[in-house]
Nanobody, 121 residues
């Protein structure tokens, strides 16, 4: 079971980045997938999630700016991040759990290694 994130990097305020998370080793389509971030010196923060039924949830801090999607033919989940702010700077982790989408971070039992996103001018 493996999750591999990519697409992080440096962006200017107001810019965009697209994160990808490629899954392998499990039946992807029925799994709930989430993006969680950790800013320097802070704890884990829920960002967005998508269920196997394509229902989505976003934290208030990213609603309207970020879009989560999934492609079950490629076993991949995406996070399109627009209108980036310096406070979006963090390591972004992809996480997976069987069953329905929940917002409880400890419920996610499979994690990627993380990808750094830095928003700075």
């Amino acid at each position: 079971v493996r999750l591999v994130e990519s697409g992080g990097g440096l962006a200017q305020p107001g810019g965009s980045l697209r994160l990808s998370c490629a899954a392998s080793g499990f039946s992807f389509s029925p799994y709930a997938m989430g993006w969680v971030r950790q800013a320097p010196g802070k704890g884990l923060e829920w960002v967005a999630g998508i269920g196997g039924d394509e229902k989505t949830h976003y934290s208030d801090s990213v609603k309207g700016r970020f879009t989560i999607s999934r492609d079950n033919t490629k076993n991949t989940v995406y996070l399109q991040m627009n209108s980036l702010k310096p406070e979006d700077t963090a390591v972004y982790y992809c996480a997976a759990k069987p069953g329905t989408l929940v917002l409880h971070i400890p419920a996610y039992d499979t994690w990627g290694q993380g990808t750094q996103v830095t928003v700075s001018s």
